[in-house]
Each structure stands twice: as C-alpha cells, then as structure tokens.
C-alpha cells in the first residue's frame, strides 16, 4: 500500500506542475519585444508588426511610460481568439464584425479607429481571368472562378481572408478545385508565394509597397471597390482582466493621440517614398 500511496502522491504532485506549465506553454511567444524595462504587455496583431510600424509606435510609446511590449505576431482571427482567452493585453485588428461581437460580448473594450490602407488584388501581369476590366471585387472574383486561373487564398481566418470570403459570397461562388491554393501563411509570405506560381492574391496596399521591388511576375490588376478598404481598431481587455491591462488601455488612448496618427500617417514616406497607411481621420469615413 506504501507503494501505491507514493506512486499517487507523485501523480498528484505530475498533475500540479502541468497545471501550472501548460497554460504558459498555451501562450504565443513574442514575435519580438520592444522596450527592455518596465512593465511588459502583449499586443497581438499581423502586418503592421511584419511591416514595422508596431515597433515604430511601441519605441514612442515605451519611451514616454517605461513599458516594454511583447508582440504577438498573429492575423486578425487568431489575435481575437488570444485577446478571449486572456493571453494578451490589446490587438490591433481588421475585422468589424468580430470585433464588434467581441465588445458586445463584454470581452473586449475601448474599440478605436486608428487608422486604413486598402486591398489591392494583384496577379499575372498578362491577366489571363482579364481583371483589369472587372466593375466590382466580386465580379473580379467571378471572372478569376470562371477562367480558373490560380487564386491564392491565405484560409487562416484573417481579417484578409474574411474579406476574401465575403467577396466570394457577394460573387455568389464557393470557391473550390486545384486552381485554389490555400496557403494558410502571412501576408508577405502568401505574396510572394503569388508571385512565385503566378497567380492572382488580394495583398492589403501596405505589404503590396513593402514588397513590390522584390517581385517578378505579378502586379496590381484591380483596387478602388469601397469593398477593398481595409479599417484597423485597437481593443483592449476589459479593466481588471490581466496583470497589463491598464498599459494595454493607455496604448489605446496614445493610438488616437495625434503624435501616434502623425506616425500612422507618415509610416514608410522615409522607407518607400510613399505612405503605407492612412490616418483614422481619412479611415473615418469608411468605418462601419
């Protein structure tokens, strides 16, 4: 019975250290950190990290509060999934219906515009699906559908790929067969991949400047549907609900401070010699 007394109590003991290990284990890891003092909170989102403009605003923000931020390099579906489960402090994301469900919800606060660029749909330069005369995103869809021509899709539930969707359901296509290339991958990565088998891919403005000069086959065919605009808001949790969330809720409040919009707005002129973002003044009249 000793023996089987011990054998529990170190189960026991097995069971507690996983308890606590796993959800650690759970949490994403940073993408990278900004700012090497402070308190440290984690913001999860996609392309403005991979773009650099997350590191440009977090520097400013560190500076002036003694923070250091943690970023959590995830597309829009994933970042409210981490922002739900309480393993991170804030998001930035593309995604209004979700996030207005995540507020409704009560698990989310403090929903802020803080900026826009644009969806641009990209692909061969000889347009073999002839979108460059397309009316609309979804007729552009139609005509890619009907030729068959290779489509990218990124299928990680991304503010890009529910946007994606959408444009699908309004062209009244369930897309579907070889010609339809699921990548499950970023945004810079699936745009390369485009260019790499060329074929056709719905790229934001933003990562189509930054990586445009790297790319051989493919280039925009199709922007301008009121559709294509692309809104970015900041959440946060709720008071109280991680150790962070009073940093994470003063970083909202410096993303709407005019300092932060004259980043937003200016982002990548130095880099690229054009902005890759718009201010939330400009994206106002597009938020929904």
Known sequence: MNGINKLKHLFSALLIVLLLILPAMAQDTCKATYGTHGAVFR?????PGELGLLKELADTFNAKNGTTMCWVKAGSGKSLKLLKAKQVDIIMVHAPAAEKKA??????????L?????????????????????????????????????????????????KELRIWKTAGI????????????????????????????????????????GLNHIKVLFKGDPILINTYHGLCQPEGATPA????????????????????????????????YNDAAYAKQYDH
């Open 174 to 213: 369930a897309p579907s067969g070889d010609w339809y290339l699921v990548t499950r991958d970023f945004m810079m990565a699936t745009l390369k991949k485009a260019d790499a088998v060329n074929g056709y891919f719905m790229t934001d403005s933003s990562t189509w400047v930054a990586g445009k000069k």
């Open 103 to 112: 507020v409704a919800d009560g698990w989310a606060v403090k929903r802020s």
């Open 245 to 276: 969330q009073a940093h994470a809720s003063k970083f909202i409040d410096f993303l709407n401070s005019d300092q932060a919009q004259r980043i937003m707005g200016d982002y990548g002129k130095r880099l690229y010699g054009e902005a890759m």
């Open 43 to 47: 913001l999860a989102t996609g392309s």
């Open 114 to 162: 803080i900026g826009s660029n644009e969806f641009y749909i990209v692909g061969p330069k000889d347009d073999p699906a002839g979108i460059a005369s397309a009316t609309s995103a979804a007729d552009a869809y139609a005509k890619i559908a009907k030729a068959k021509v290779k489509f990218l899709s990124r299928g990680d539930n991304s503010g890009t790929n529910k």
